[in-house]
């Protein structure tokens, strides 16, 4: 290793013909030396983001209050490289069909928000980081929301979770009992998300068993919705983006209906997270469709 | 997700416009001129009017417009008799803490009720206003004040009264600093169509009080959330619902006597058969806190109940050397090596701290060492990176700066990677001192490198923050107001660093965007520590800080009596940290709760450092002390 290391600090500095622009390298190159390194593994330096997305009103609903946004993108070039994706599922709630306005005006809101704050700064001719952080961006979104839904929409709530993928990072804006989980390629799911339900609360303090809480006729009861009350607070968590896997949102009419271990079997059933997608969705449905239900499926590739 | 839809018809004509308000100069019933809003609610505004029939003098008062939104006529009918009747009831309260009501009204889709006008400001707006904490027999006061006026409410007759709201935007606080109680539950008749499944951030109920009922007990559950809001400007509605007990009032503010912490706790228990069952009980609890407190402040010490000081700790050993230790001792293989102010570095038997040998440098030693292979390697303001034989102390090599060294080297590859104020950041070759490269930061140097895949992470004292990578070659840099003395900590993908600008930083390691700033009051020059999702860290304003590393959320805080300028450690479930008051603290790492302090005879500027039971720490009183955990 020593020896490669030696290497690399005696490196010449690189020649720049004039007139070119030096830049950051795009990619860390490591120094040839087969007889003691086995082959690196062939890999860019963002993730290859592959997304599937749907949508279905179930069997005992006459309207949609589920609203899902997917956007994804990769850009690599000489002065960057970064893989961005923003997904977004809200749960609308509020009689008058004033749950669908909610849900809807919260996704296009935030992506709005955060597309001319953040996408845009990577297409600038010259792109440079915000002067805010992601987290106070990914917050000012979803205030802004809040502040909509509250003027165009009110006494109607709508829970949201919104995953923003910047390069190796993903950052969770989170308010109500949608979720996001992570699968490792192993199997195992994890939710990333705190269900603002009554009754997860009441399980957190011991008051409840997760089967009373599934029975519980007050199960649906959320104590922080996007729209409702102030002041206001989302959760907001950066954690690294899985290495491979998937990342899933969801609204309860997927998780609440469909177990994990199905869930887990069902994403693995297809490499297309497209497919996948639509297997949860029928799965929903075919244990009876109570609700409205939104998948948002995104794998990351070995 | 379910609604309950309470009105049957649905159609474009439900999206009618309540946001209108009344325009200042509208005069209602011929009587009540609109001079402006006071605030406004999900119900409808409130408003401050003149009453004509008065017309020689100026009489305000409040009137309260509430909207009618059910679109069923048989509902809207309900309501406004509901309203009406509620109405009646409130006019007929005689308490000083209650407004009168002079008057009520419907006006199409519109109900108003006519109010005394209040001066002064509620509750949540003096929080807002008001940085620091209230004294506590001010809000003591209050609260007995509250529990009056609910004791009158829960004992009328023929039927109780349940105030159902309690909380600091319902109480106003007038000029003579009395309390009124502004809003009642009146406007929850309006509240058709969002039942079910909304409730939203209702932070000051009790569990019972989502279940749909609403008893007295429920109004004193109430009153403590308010005083605990109060006392700790923590706003529960932010917080999970029922969470007050994972926050106790005297953690965030210590001034607050423990008899009145467990009034508020009695006030929120789960149970409501487990708190006061009356307000005039709680009112007398309160009363005792205001006598107890009263007497003790004159007779007796405070914290007669705090945990153990730590004053009877003795250490295992203490070690002198013969100027102040500013910089902090590493462990290796039952030794301890510690740089000092009188230029040595010493080596001394981890276990009886007996004298192994000491090294001379020609300058102060405030930095902590480093081992590579048999080396000790430091730095010294003497200008030069040293590395020592462990065993012997004899000099190996010495590599020469052009300015004092303050940061401490990091090891990584077969190299020695360190700052030093000549402005450069030095790679040189562990095994020879020989130099392979430095690259130039404008600034000094000062913060401790940290090495993570491949790269080289540190801040300059001109508030630059770098990532090199092992060629050193820049691969971002990002700028802080004011400098970076605090070395950076890396965990998943992310690196954390204070400023002098008074802000914690996170950054993705990768690209140097900022995930999440978090403001301290004071500037930072300590590292962070990472231990699961807890960022521990301090900072001048005299705080050791517990973040949760993903958000920046607040987990505890605790407060010293001076700056913290060293850094915290995770050993086993504690944090321990210095503070230039001179005391290391031990401290519980989930609740931040205080389990002992040793205190030393100097301010503590260094970081502790953990091995086997013992952890060690220097003080600028001249002494390591090594001290049984």
């Known amino acids: 290793m020593t020896n490669i290391f030696q290497k690399l600090f005696n490196r010449e500095k690189p020649q720049y013909i004039s007139g070119e622009v030096p830049t950051v ?41 589920d609203a899902l946004f997917a956007f994804t993108t990769h850009l690599a070039s000489e002065e960057s490289l970064h893989a961005f994706g923003l997904y977004i599922v809200a749960d609308g709630m509020g009689g008058h069909k004033l749950g669908e306005v909610a849900s809807g005006l919260a996704i296009r809101t935030i992506a709005s928000y955060i597309t001319q704050r953040l996408f845009l700064s990577l297409l600038a001719p010259k792109p440079s980081p915000p002067e805010e952080s992601v987290q106070e961006i990914l917050q000012g979104g979803v205030q802004d929301a809040h502040r909509v839904i509250m003027k165009e929409a009110p006494g109607s709530g709508t829970t949201l979770t919104a995953l923003l993928i910047l390069d190796k990072q993903m950052t969770i804006a989170h308010v109500g009992d949608s979720r996001a989980y992570a699968l490792t390629p192993e199997g195992s799911l994890k939710v990333l998300t705190r269900d603002h339900s009554l009754v997860m609360r009441m399980m957190e303090l011991g008051q409840l068993t997760s089967e009373e809480a599934s029975i519980h006729p007050q199960r649906n009861v959320l104590y922080r919705a996007l729209g409702q009350g102030e002041p206001f607070l989302p959760d907001i968590n950066t954690f690294p983006l899985p290495e491979s896997g998937h990342i899933m949102l969801c609204s309860d009419g997927l998780w609440g209906v469909v177990s994990e271990n199905e869930i887990i079997r069902l994403i693995n059933v297809s490499p297309n997270p497209q497919v996948a997608c639509q297997y949860l969705i029928d799965a929903a449905n075919a244990a009876g469709g109570p609700d409205n239900i939104s998948a948002i499926l995104i794998r990351v590739p070995d | 997700m379910e609604t309950q839809q309470i009105s049957q018809d649905i159609g474009p004509e439900g999206e009618r416009d309540t946001s209108q308000q009344l325009q200042a100069g509208t005069n209602l019933e011929d009587r009540y001129l609109i001079q402006g809003v006071l605030g406004i609610g999900g119900m409808g505004a409130v408003y401050r009017a003149r009453d004509l029939h008065f017309p020689n003098v100026i009489k305000l008062v409040a009137v309260k417009e509430m909207v009618n939104r059910a679109l069923d006529p048989v509902v809207r009918s309900t309501i406004v008799r509901n309203f009406e009747r509620e109405a009646n009831l409130l006019a007929s309260l005689d308490h000083r803490a209650i407004p009168r009501i002079y008057d009520y009204f419907s006006l199409n889709e519109r109900s108003y009720l006519v109010l005394e006008y209040i001066q002064g400001h509620d509750l949540e707006t003096l929080l807002n206003n008001t940085p620091e904490f209230i004294a506590e027999d001010r809000v003591v006061r209050w609260a007995v004040e509250l529990c009056d006026v609910m004791e009158f409410l829960h004992n009328h007759k023929p039927d109780i009264i349940v105030f159902r709201d309690m909380k600091p935007s319902n109480v106003m606080i007038n000029p003579q600093d009395h309390i009124v109680l502004i809003d009642f539950g009146i406007a929850k008749q309006f509240q058709v169509g969002q039942k079910g499944t909304m409730i939203g951030t209702e932070g000051y109920s009790p569990p019972e009080q989502y279940r749909g009922e609403a008893t007295p007990l429920a109004d004193i559950y109430a009153l403590g959330a308010t005083l605990h809001h109060v006392l700790t400007h923590r706003d529960p509605r932010l917080e999970a619902p029922f969470s007050f007990s994972e926050r106790p009032v005297r953690q965030i503010n210590p001034n607050v006597s423990p008899a009145l912490e467990t009034v508020i706790n009695i006030a929120l228990q789960y149970n409501p058969e487990d708190r006061y069952q009356s307000a005039s009980e709680m009112k007398d609890a309160l009363l005792g806190v205001a006598r107890e407190t009263g007497i003790l402040s004159k007779i007796t010490l405070p914290g007669k109940s705090a945990p153990k000081s730590g004053e009877g700790l003795k250490p295992v050993w203490q070690f002198r050397c013969e100027d102040e230790i500013r910089g902090s001792p590493i462990y290796h293989n039952g030794a301890i090596y510690v740089g000092c102010y009188d230029n040595n570095l010493y080596s001394l038997d981890a276990e009886h701290g007996n004298f192994n040998w000491k090294y001379p440098t020609e300058s102060g030693i405030v930095s902590k060492p480093a081992i590579f292979e048999d080396n000790l390697i430091f730095g010294s303001e003497d200008h030069r990176l040293h590395a020592v034989y462990l065993r012997t102390g004899k000099v190996n090599w010495t590599y020469y700066t052009s300015g004092p060294i303050r940061s401490s080297p990091s090891i990584a590859e077969g190299y020695i990677f360190i700052g030093s104020d000549d402005t450069y950041m030095h790679a040189v070759n562990a095994l020879t001192g020989r130099h392979a ?185 001249q002494h390591l002390y090594a001290l049984l955990v």
């Open chain 1, 25 to 65: 390298p795009v990619t860390y190159e490591k120094p040839e030396d087969k007889a003691t390194i086995t082959p690196p593994k062939i890999q860019l330096d963002f993730p290859l983001l592959n997304v599937g997305c749907s949508r279905s009103v179930g069997l005992q609903r006459d309207h949609n209050e």
């Open chain 2, 437 to 621: 490269w430095r690259v130039e930061s404008g600034s000094p140097i000062r913060s401790t490198p940290v090495v993570h895949e491949d790269n080289i992470y540190f801040g300059t004292e001109a508030g630059d923050f770098y990532c090199l990578d092992y060629s050193g070659t820049v691969k971002w840099r990002f700028k802080a107001k004011r400098a970076i003395t605090s070395s950076p900590a890396i965990s998943k993908g992310v690196v954390y660093f204070g400023s002098v600008d008074s802000v914690l930083y996170a950054l993705d390691a990768k690209s140097g965007w900022v995930i999440w700033r978090y403001r301290f009051g004071k500037p930072s020059i300590s590292t962070p520590w990472i231990e699961e999702n807890l960022l521990f860290t301090g900072a001048v304003d005299g705080v050791i800080y517990c973040l949760e590393a993903s958000s920046s959320r607040e987990i505890w805080r605790f407060t010293t009596q001076h700056q913290v300028t060293g850094s915290p450690i995770v050993f086993n479930d504690s944090v321990y940290c210095g503070s230039v008051d001179g005391y290391l603290y031990c401290l519980e790492y989930r609740t931040g709760r205080l389990r002992w302090k040793f205190q030393t005879k100097g301010p503590i500027t260094g970081t502790p450092t953990a091995f086997g039971d013992i952890v060690y720490i220097g003080s600028t009183d």
